[in-house]
Each structure stands twice: as structure tokens, then as C-alpha cells.
């Protein structure tokens, strides 16, 4: 039955990849700009970091190549979870607005269905970075361990932002606030992890886990630690299950609104 | 001209009515979000002064700090202004504005300001406290105030005309939020908002300072921290010449478009 169920799933997802890619070809202009100028966005970034560390040589013992694997595990993450995942960071939007109603009608799991039917041109300029950030900018030797602990990464950004979205659930107006602590995340998990010390240290890896995104992936490539290894991924899987189970239990308390909306 | 004026005043006033309304959203939304890029960025230098001393001499760590503060109050005080008119022409909503007895990109400015010195205020504030709490306090002379007021809100008068001019791309292209970051992401580091253009190497600096960018923060946060009317002067005479100029330009290019544009039905 379960083995049933993901293969149907897997089927939605390729039909909603179908649809999104029909999409990005009507409407190519809004597509290519969107992804093009989030792909510039994160070329200035990190010619932002080149230029800092061009000055200071190293940051507590970080250079510019370790920036390089930050941007390249971010953008991939964000890549990911945005382009194929992207209503993982509209889940308050959602209930706010009372759009559940929509996938609560139908026979699908109802968070899966919801985080495979949106996704985010923007997100596809981050992916377009880090996959060429990986090929030119990184030791093939690299490669295959990068590419396993991007997989932490894509479960952390999708269950903070499912949680964060289930705040909506518990608590009125909570909307703003919730979009505020992931965007916090993201912007967290962008610098370099050596500023980051003692008690804020703790922040940046448990409250806002931007740490296991970026910083503890980047610090296993210089020496590996199996603790630490799996740590990553024993946290990203116990935060992302944590999600989906808040967000299962708000569900019992959401009630719609008369809202009508076109669902385009 | 001045029941004009009063008009577009009258705007931002009801604006700073209601920023002040919703002000803990504001407060838990943007305000919390770049006090903790500054919270970050304290680290940040911490940790480099810590290690190799002044990076630019004369800018201690708290001047570092500060800086960001200041650059940060004036910048993103305009809020998300350029989607916002994007999303007016994307959805056709723009043909209400049309009708009404003012100038549309005038009207949103207006808007813009209003709800940009509570922003501003705001990012000061919170801001001030996270850098003050980390740091401690930089030197600013009373006598200097009233100056720096002045050209920090000709910044975000200049910051918002060009943001104005970016916006109209809408009509275009429909989507000018893409335009829109990246116009936002050489404001925040070529324009000198995150740290001082003496970072960058000599000719990357010497190009930044020059353009209108560095006079929306670059100018003004360094201004703040090294006052003299000397500089003063300098800064309020060169942003005046860049809003005129991009004021002029957005004069054209918005009687241009106005004629152009065509809303889809709906």
C-alpha cells in the first residue's frame, strides 16, 4: 500500500513537473528573467565574499573557498526545495487564506500534494548556481559526499518551513512572523559558519538550524567527523518528521473562510 | 503647487498613521530581520578584529557596526515598493490609479516615504540596540544631527527615485521584482550599505563612490560616523544633483509609458 501510494505520488509530481514546464515555456520571458536575475543575485553575493576576503585573507580560519562550498551547498538546497518543493514556504499563506481547502477535497496526502504543486523560478537560478559552482569551482574528489549532504539540507529548509507555516495554525496573524524566521534561515545559513561562536553557535545549529544546512556540511569536507555525520542527518530527518506532525495536528484545527480564488 | 503638495503629503501622513497602527507587524517582520543581519555581521567583525585589528584605519569595531546600522535604516526603509507597483500593473489594478485626480509613481512615493521613516525609525532603533549590546556606543556629535538627518532623507529620496524609475520597467516586462533584487543587491554592496567602499580593493572603491548607489548609504552611514561640514556639504550638493537627474528621467520615461500602456481585462 505505501509502496502504492509514493509511486502515485511520484506520478502527481511528474504531471505538476509537466504543467510547471508548459508554464515556463508561455509565459518564457517572466521565466528566464526570474531565474536569470536570481542567478545574478547570487554571482554578486559571492563576488561580495571574494572582494571581503580579498582584504582579509581568512575569517577565523574560513577562506574564500570555504564560501564557495557554503553558496554551493545553499544554492542547491534552496534549489531544490524551492523549485520542486516550492509551497514548503507558503504553508501559512495557505491556511491564512483558507487555499487548503483545495487539496483537502481531494484523494492525495494532503502535505505531499501541497508541496509538489507550486514552485519558484527564482529557485531554479539558485540551483543553476550551485550545480555550476560544483562543477567548475569544486574537486570532482568533493563531488559525491557534497551531493549526500545536500540531502539534510533539502529535509531542513522544507520542515522549517513547514513548521514555521504551522505556526498559522496555533496563532492568529503569526503569518508575518513566520516568513521572518525562514527568510533568517536562509540568510543565516549564507555566511561564513567560523563567526559563529559559543552560545550563538548553539543558535545557528538548534533553533535556527542554518548550521546543518551550510556550516556543518562545510566543516565535514575539511575533516571528517562520523558523529557529526550523523548528527546532520539524524537532525534533518527528527526536524523534518517534527513537521509533518505539527502540521498534521494544526490541520485538525483549521477551518475555512468564504475566501473564493481562482487557483491559476 | 502647494494644495498639490498638501495633497501628496496629506498621503504619506495617513501612511505613517497606519505603519504606526500595525507597528509589531513591522516590528516581527522586517524590523527583526535586519537587526539580526546586523547581529550577524557584529559577529562577523568580532571575529576579524579580534584577529587582524582595524580593516580600515580609523573604523573601529563599533564604527563598523554602526555603519551597517545606519546604511540599513536608510536603504531598506522603502520597503518593497518596486513590487508593490509591479504588482499594480501586473494585475491591472494601475487603471484605478489612472483615473484618480494624481499622479500615480508621485502617489506611491508618497506612500513609500511615509511608511519609510517609521521603517527607519524603527531599524534605528532595534537596530541600534542589537549593535549597542554587542559593541557598545559610537561618538556622534549633537551639533551634527540635525545635517545628518537631512542627508539621510535626501538618501531615501534618492534611493526611492531611482527604485521609481526601476519600477516603470514593470510595464514592460510585468515582473520588476527580479529587477528590482538585483537593483537592491549592488545597493547593499556597491552602494555601500553593508560595509565602506575602503574595503573593496582601490579601483572597485573608487568606481563605487561615484556612483548614485554610494549616495543613498556609502556617503551618509560614513558621514554619520566622520562628520564635517566639508563632507556635509559635498554629500547634500552631489545627492541633490543625482535626484534631480533621475527625478528628470522619471519624468519622460513615466509621460512615455502613461501613453503606452495598455491594461488586460479582467
Same mark, same amino acid.
Given at each position: 500500500?505505501?509502496?502504492?501510494?509514493?509511486?502515485?505520488?511520484?506520478?502527481?509530481?511528474?504531471?505538476?513537473?509537466?504543467?510547471?514546464?508548459?508554464?515556463?515555456?508561455?509565459?518564457?520571458?517572466?521565466?528566464?528573467?526570474?531565474?536569470?536575475?536570481?542567478?545574478?543575485?547570487?554571482?554578486?553575493?559571492?563576488?561580495?565574499?571574494?572582494?571581503?576576503?580579498?582584504?582579509?585573507?581568512?575569517?577565523?580560519?574560513?577562506?574564500?573557498?570555504?564560501?564557495?562550498?557554503?553558496?554551493?551547498?545553499?544554492?542547491?538546497?534552496?534549489?531544490?526545495?524551492?523549485?520542486?518543493?516550492?509551497?514548503?514556504?507558503?504553508?501559512?499563506?495557505?491556511?491564512?487564506?483558507?487555499?487548503?481547502?483545495?487539496?483537502?477535497?481531494?484523494?492525495?496526502?494532503?502535505?505531499?500534494?501541497?508541496?509538489?504543486?507550486?514552485?519558484?523560478?527564482?529557485?531554479?537560478?539558485?540551483?543553476?548556481?550551485?550545480?555550476?559552482?560544483?562543477?567548475?569551482?569544486?574537486?570532482?574528489?568533493?563531488?559525491?559526499?557534497?551531493?549526500?549532504?545536500?540531502?539534510?539540507?533539502?529535509?531542513?529548509?522544507?520542515?522549517?518551513?513547514?513548521?514555521?507555516?504551522?505556526?498559522?495554525?496555533?496563532?492568529?496573524?503569526?503569518?508575518?512572523?513566520?516568513?521572518?524566521?525562514?527568510?533568517?534561515?536562509?540568510?543565516?545559513?549564507?555566511?561564513?559558519?567560523?563567526?559563529?561562536?559559543?552560545?550563538?553557535?548553539?543558535?545557528?545549529?538548534?533553533?535556527?538550524?542554518?548550521?546543518?544546512?551550510?556550516?556543518?556540511?562545510?566543516?565535514?569536507?575539511?575533516?571528517?567527523?562520523?558523529?557529526?555525520?550523523?548528527?546532520?542527518?539524524?537532525?534533518?530527518?527528527?526536524?523534518?518528521?517534527?513537521?509533518?506532525?505539527?502540521?498534521?495536528?494544526?490541520?485538525?484545527?483549521?477551518?475555512?473562510?468564504?475566501?473564493?480564488?481562482?487557483?491559476? | 503647487?502647494?494644495?498639490?503638495?498638501?495633497?501628496?503629503?496629506? @498621503?504619506s501622513?495617513?501612511n505613517i498613521?497606519?505603519s504606526l497602527?500595525?507597528i509589531?507587524?513591522i516590528i516581527?517582520?522586517k524590523v527583526?530581520?535586519i537587526a539580526?543581519?546586523i547581529?550577524?555581521?557584529?559577529?562577523?567583525?568580532?571575529?576579524?578584529?579580534?584577529?587582524?585589528?582595524?580593516?580600515?584605519?580609523?573604523?573601529?569595531?563599533?564604527?563598523?557596526?554602526w555603519?551597517l546600522v545606519f546604511g540599513e535604516a536608510i536603504i531598506t526603509s522603502i520597503g518593497?515598493f518596486?513590487?508593490?507597483?509591479?504588482?499594480?500593473?501586473?494585475?491591472?489594478?494601475?487603471?484605478?490609479? #489612472?483615473?484618480?485626480?494624481?499622479?500615480?509613481?508621485?502617489?506611491?512615493m508618497f506612500v513609500s516615504f511615509g511608511k519609510g521613516l517609521i521603517n527607519f525609525t524603527l531599524i534605528l532603533i532595534f537596530g541600534g540596540l542589537?549593535?549597542?549590546?554587542?559593541?557598545?556606543?559610537?561618538?556622534?556629535?549633537?551639533?551634527?544631527i540635525?545635517?545628518l538627518l537631512i542627508v539621510a532623507l535626501l538618501a531615501m529620496l534618492l534611493n526611492l527615485?531611482?527604485a521609481?524609475?526601476?519600477?516603470?520597467?514593470?510595464?514592460?516586462?510585468?515582473?520588476?521584482?527580479?529587477?528590482?533584487?538585483?537593483?537592491?543587491?549592488?545597493t547593499?554592496?556597491?552602494?555601500?550599505m553593508?560595509?565602506? #567602499?575602503?574595503?573593496?580593493?582601490?579601483?572597485?572603491?573608487? @568606481?563605487?563612490?561615484?556612483?548614485?548607489?554610494?549616495?543613498s548609504a556609502?556617503?551618509p552611514s560614513?558621514?554619520a560616523?566622520?562628520?564635517?561640514?566639508?563632507?556635509?556639504?559635498?554629500?547634500?550638493?552631489?545627492?541633490?544633483?543625482?535626484?534631480?537627474?533621475?527625478?528628470?528621467?522619471?519624468?519622460?520615461?513615466?509621460?512615455?509609458?502613461?501613453?503606452?500602456?495598455?491594461?488586460?481585462?479582467?
Amino acid at each position: 500500500m505505501a509502496v502504492r501510494e509514493i509511486i502515485s505520488n511520484f506520478k502527481l509530481f511528474i504531471e505538476y513537473q509537466k504543467i510547471f514546464l508548459k508554464s515556463a515555456i508561455e509565459y518564457r520571458a517572466n521565466f528566464l528573467l526570474s531565474t536569470f536575475f536570481m542567478f545574478l543575485n547570487d554571482v554578486i553575493w559571492l563576488f561580495f565574499w571574494y572582494l571581503l576576503y580579498y582584504k582579509l585573507g581568512d575569517i577565523n580560519g574560513w577562506v574564500f573557498q570555504d564560501l564557495i562550498y557554503i553558496y554551493v551547498f545553499a544554492t542547491i538546497s534552496f534549489g531544490i526545495a524551492g523549485y520542486f518543493f516550492g509551497n514548503h514556504k507558503e504553508i501559512a499563506e495557505l491556511v491564512v487564506k483558507g487555499k487548503l481547502d483545495f487539496y483537502l477535497t481531494l484523494p492525495k496526502k494532503d502535505l505531499t500534494h501541497i508541496l509538489i504543486s507550486k514552485n519558484s523560478w527564482f529557485d531554479l537560478g539558485d540551483l543553476l548556481f550551485g550545480i555550476l559552482l560544483l562543477i567548475f569551482m569544486v574537486s570532482v574528489t568533493k563531488v559525491p559526499l557534497i551531493l549526500l549532504m545536500i540531502i539534510p539540507g533539502v529535509l531542513i529548509l522544507i520542515g522549517f518551513g513547514i513548521l514555521v507555516g504551522s505556526l498559522s495554525f496555533y496563532l492568529q496573524s503569526s503569518e508575518s512572523f513566520g516568513s521572518t524566521l525562514y527568510e533568517s534561515l536562509i540568510s543565516i545559513s549564507l555566511y561564513p559558519g567560523s563567526i559563529f561562536t559559543g552560545a550563538t553557535k548553539f543558535i545557528t545549529l538548534f533553533i535556527l538550524p542554518a548550521g546543518f544546512i551550510t556550516a556543518v556540511p562545510v566543516q565535514l569536507l575539511h575533516s571528517f567527523d562520523l558523529t557529526w555525520f550523523i548528527l546532520l542527518f539524524l537532525f534533518s530527518i527528527a526536524l523534518f518528521l517534527l513537521a509533518i506532525y505539527v502540521f498534521y495536528k494544526g490541520l485538525k484545527r483549521y477551518e475555512s473562510g468564504n475566501l473564493l480564488y481562482v487557483r491559476m | 503647487m502647494s494644495s498639490q503638495l498638501n495633497k501628496y503629503l496629506s @498621503i504619506s501622513f495617513i501612511n505613517i498613521k497606519e505603519s504606526l497602527t500595525y507597528i509589531w507587524d513591522i516590528i516581527f517582520g522586517k524590523v527583526i530581520f535586519i537587526a539580526l543581519i546586523i547581529f550577524v555581521f557584529a559577529n562577523l567583525w568580532t571575529v576579524v578584529f579580534a584577529s587582524k585589528g582595524e580593516v580600515i584605519p580609523g573604523f573601529t569595531l563599533a564604527m563598523m557596526v554602526w555603519y551597517l546600522v545606519f546604511g540599513e535604516a536608510i536603504i531598506t526603509s522603502i520597503g518593497r515598493f518596486v513590487k508593490e507597483v509591479g504588482d499594480d500593473i501586473k494585475s491591472g489594478e494601475i487603471a484605478n490609479y #489612472l483615473t484618480k485626480p494624481y499622479n500615480y509613481i508621485v502617489y506611491k512615493m508618497f506612500v513609500s516615504f511615509g511608511k519609510g521613516l517609521i521603517n527607519f525609525t524603527l531599524i534605528l532603533i532595534f537596530g541600534g540596540l542589537v549593535a549597542y549590546l554587542m559593541v557598545g556606543g559610537v561618538e556622534i556629535s549633537l551639533i551634527s544631527i540635525p545635517f545628518l538627518l537631512i542627508v539621510a532623507l535626501l538618501a531615501m529620496l534618492l534611493n526611492l527615485v531611482i527604485a521609481s524609475v526601476i519600477s516603470l520597467f514593470a510595464f514592460w516586462i510585468e515582473d520588476a521584482s527580479s529587477l528590482n533584487y538585483i537593483y537592491s543587491k549592488f545597493t547593499f554592496i556597491f552602494g555601500g550599505m553593508i560595509v565602506p #567602499l575602503e574595503v573593496y580593493p582601490p579601483l572597485v572603491e573608487k @568606481i563605487a563612490s561615484f556612483l548614485p548607489f554610494s549616495y543613498s548609504a556609502y556617503h551618509p552611514s560614513k558621514l554619520a560616523l566622520i562628520f564635517s561640514f566639508e563632507s556635509f556639504f559635498k554629500v547634500f550638493l552631489v545627492q541633490i544633483a543625482w535626484i534631480s537627474f533621475f527625478i528628470i528621467i522619471l519624468i519622460f520615461f513615466y509621460k512615455y509609458i502613461i501613453k503606452k500602456v495598455s491594461v488586460n481585462g479582467g
